[in-house]
């Protein structure tokens, strides 16, 4: 089934005072699925990193002027292109800052929109219907523009679609209560015209979308009692001779929505696949009237698959890029990943069975040791039967409890008997789609642990979620009910496998991890890979003089001789005991290993700034002071030349730990300041975040030598001798 999963926040919205308008004139993809361009409804242009959820770079035009369609990126010559006041065409680069100086260009005829997509050159779709190639128009930009559309014939929608090598602009239009759609083709310059048929009286669709799929276009488009028709086209349709009526696109009704009392106000449909579709601005069949809604669902089936409510007002805009959705909604502009699996009867109502093919793999819960050792050999291979082996077949032959029967189960049977009755469901080879059952599975199980304090199920929960088949979304109270029994190997799971888990569950863990007794600790079983990591970090910890990432623990900045915290420094002792050293305070972890390991979790974990800042701030101060040590101590360890970079294990980048040093600091900057005992802590943590930065500066010196290395051209005439000077400051 398709599944939405935990969102997130890219930045925040100012919708226009009438609230109708969530101030977002349109969202492009850049030069790869991670960069997104939005425009804003007034003047602001902004380049985001979608994953990191950070601003890279911002464009402004003037007070007075106004950005009339959304900027899209040109990636043949890494430009942008926008237009503002209907007429002026405006191109600029990244390391551009202000618009102004930019390039502009005014044309003779307003402009409806341009598009472009990856590879191709960019057109221009004027408002009255002609289109030009980008580059032809800005040859001649006061070249006149002819008129295609009648006088009362107006624009409502346009996309852009590259097939066979072959540019097609679509746009539809609206006249007196009918809608028309153009595809234009470039290259040779051929236009057709056909009409759309008619809803019921004064009904005009509220969104279009479009997409390839075999040489045909599919044009999918959402009428305000909430029916989703389609129409199939070819790009080869044979082109109607000049002065022919339009003609006429037929359409097959996908879905009949619900929309309760009254029409649809504010409302899109998407395709994602084949199959799916997503809804917003549209009631879920099962909610109150009021509530707006992000919905998925399958056209093959007229199912509903998923459902997200949004916080405020939905605004009837969507954009999808790389199974991630984008949607304003209030005063926020949020990412929401999703999935759609392929489309069968058997998914739509969660019981596929997928045939048995040989790359498939069956989850098996416990292994057959006898096929691990012995291989095909073991099956056909003559055993004498004892009465184990005998037991065990009559045990297999016993018929299997089915899912609803094993929900059923979990909650009166004893902890034993719905151990054995799930792992014996999730081992059967003929379950391949885990997902519908693995999460209903989970979060029963974790209903009856709330609810039973004698009831917990660890290694239970600990094998559904290593199938990877549930996430936070799916069972929000797992990871908490892990914390309350002290589970932390079920915790570094969660940690590690779900992709959702919120900021304030992962302060949680923060804060559940470094008040473990060390005692408790010791006790932890945890996954091999990250012990391995922290054992070879914490082995012969015997501070090794050596520099790397730009920073040495024995050499500090130039001419400072400020002792470190505890006043201990790398003592290298004289020729004569040339190789021993001594270990300062910094060089030695100050937690236990597994508490190390389980931190180690926490700083892996994805998470935004702006959402963690506030949970951060309710650590003590005792514990914000260990926690910094640590992270020194790391930053110390990875700063050695000595250090084995064991890139297989789990394991901590040197810019996650430097990230997580940061929003410590900024969480509890002025009771840092005013305690004491991290005074010296303090300083350390300076000097390194100031050998940091100088590094980042060194390396740039060297990206702008490799990069002028780079620019310069290559002579062909070069003699038999010859010398060549090459300056790079």
Known sequence: MAALYEGYTLCGVVPAQNQGNSGIRGIEEERDSDHVV??????????????????????????????????????????????????????????DLLLDKAFKATVSSDVWRVHCVAGAEPVVLFQRGAVRLLDSLLSAPQQPIEEVLAQEEAIRWSTYIVAESQQFVIFITEQKGDSFLYLQRLNPNTLQRYRLEREEPGLSPLSFSASLKEKHIRLLYLYPNGHVYQSVFSVRSPVPTEGADALPLPRSLLLALPVGEGLLEAASALPLDEAHVAVVGVPHPSAGAGK?????????FQTLQAGKEMAGKIYGQVWSFSNKLFIPHGKTLSVIPFECPKSSLASALGKLRQAKTEESKAVASVPSWNTILHGEKALTSKTVETRKTRTNRKSQSAPSLTIDQVLELIKTAPVDEVQQEVERLLSR?????????????????????????????????????????????????????????????????????FPDIPEAVTCACLKAFISMPDSDAEKVSLEPDS?????????????????????????????????????????????????????????????????????????????????LLPHLKDLSSQHVVLFLRYLQFLYLKYSQDAFPQRHGLRSPSLSQIMDWVCLMLDAHFTMLVMSPEANGLLLNLHRFVKSQVRLVSELGKIEGSLQELDKMKVKKDVGQYSIEVIELF
């Not at 707006?292 to 093959?300: H, Y």
């Not at 974790?446 to 009831?455: I, M, Q, T």
């Open 38 to 95: 939005v425009t804003d409804s007034t003047r602001c242009v902004t380049l985001y990193k979608v994953s990191d959820q950070k601003p890279l770079c911002s464009w402004t035009v003037k007070q007075g002027q106004t950005l009339t369609c959304s900027a899209v990126y040109n990636s043949q010559t890494k430009e942008y292109v926008a237009v503002s006041d209907n007429k002026v065409i405006r191109i600029w680069k990244e390391e």
């Open 292 to 300: 707006d809604f992000l919905c998925i669902w399958n056209t093959n």
């Open 531 to 611: 012990v391995s990591f922290m054992e070879t970090l914490m082995v012969g910890e015997r501070g090794q003089v050596g520099s790397q990432n730009g920073f040495s623990p024995a050499l500090f900045d130039e001419g400072s001789s400020d002792p470190l915290s505890g006043g201990g420094t790398v003592i290298v002792s004289r020729a004569g005991d040339e190789g021993k050293t001594s270990t300062p305070p910094e060089q030695i972890c100050p937690v236990e290993l597994h508490k190390a390991v389980l931190l180690n979790e926490v700083l892996l974990t994805a998470y935004s700034d702006t959402f």
């Open 429 to 497: 080879s003929e379950i391949q789609d885990l997902q519908p059952s693995a999460g209903q599975l989970a979060a029963t199980l974790v209903s009856r642990s709330l609810a039973e304090p004698g009831f917990y199920t660890a290694s239970t929960l600990a094998q559904l979620v290593n199938t990877q088949s549930i996430c936070h979304s799916v069972c929000p109270d797992l990871v908490l009910l892990a914390l309350e029994r002290k589970d932390y190997f079920l915790c570094q799971l969660c940690l590690q496998f």
